[in-house]
């Protein structure tokens, strides 16, 4: 059982947010319950046989959990199909994962590249501890050290983390410094615009993403933000 208590981060600066979010974050909830349950009832036949496929391909479990930082900086476990070896930390210890990075099984490449393996985080949706759209949460060693690096990294954890993101659909996975920053100034962006009309067209843009369409395209045609 996940203690209910925030991690020791200073407090984040307030932002002033548009009037589109005040009426907007009151139904974004139930917007996101009503479309996570669709989806997860969709796609829960390839959910299940993606986990049996992980589970022959390699030893280890299907699912895993893992504790990550939500709204506020609460720790909640989200899930995930497995797609490194497992317990492959025991002997990396916890790091970003690189591209080429041997601790990933071959499926597993697969299933980062298409974006399967993010499906059982509907749950957590469903849960109330992430949003389908917002900033992608962070693990709680990691949360700390960006917090002293990145002075605005706090103001992404204003809102509920989400399954993607505005920053997801523009860059690759996080694998230093620099690219964290580059999308720590995309959530600010989102969450000092967040609407409807935005999530919508980051959702969009996802699908864009995972259908291999150049970013460039997805922007103009979408009029994502930039930053």
């Known amino acids: 059982m996940l203690a209910r208590r925030n991690f020791s981060l200073s407090a984040p600066p307030k932002l002033a947010f548009p009037g589109s979010y005040v009426s907007y974050a009151s139904c ?5 319950v009503v479309l996570a349950s669709i989806l997860l009832i969709l796609t829960a036949p390839l959910i299940l046989l993606t986990i049996a496929l992980v589970r022959l391909s390699s030893p280890g479990p299907g699912i895993y959990a893992q504790v990550r930082l939500g709204r506020g900086g609460r720790p909640y476990k989200i899930y995930k199909i497995r797609t ?5 930390e025991r002997q990396s210890g916890p790091q970003w994962s690189k591209a080429g990075d041997p601790r990933v099984t071959s499926l597993g490449r697969l299933l980062r590249r298409t974006h399967l393996d993010e499906l059982p985080q509907l749950w957590n949706v469903l849960r109330g501890e992430m949003s389908l759209v917002g900033p992608r949460p962070e693990r709680p060693m990691f949360v700390r050290r960006l917090a002293a690096a990145i002075p605005s990294y706090r103001v992404r954890m204003q809102v509920r983390p989400g399954i993607t993101g505005l920053a997801q659909v523009q860059f690759p996975p996080d694998e230093d410094l620099a690219s964290v920053q580059r999308k ?3 959530d600010a962006v989102y969450v000092a615009s967040v609407s409807l009309w935005l999530d919508v067209r980051i959702l969009l843009g996802t699908v864009f993403k995972v259908a291999g369409v150049p970013y460039e395209f997805t922007r103009r045609v979408l009029y994502l933000p930039g930053v």
């Not at 974004?28 to 996101?32: E, P, R, Y």
């Not at 490194?84 to 492959?88: E, G, K, P, V, Y």
């Open 184 to 186: 720590v100034a995309c």
């Open 84 to 88: 490194m070896a497992h317990d492959c």
């Open 28 to 32: 974004k909830a139930m917007v996101d």
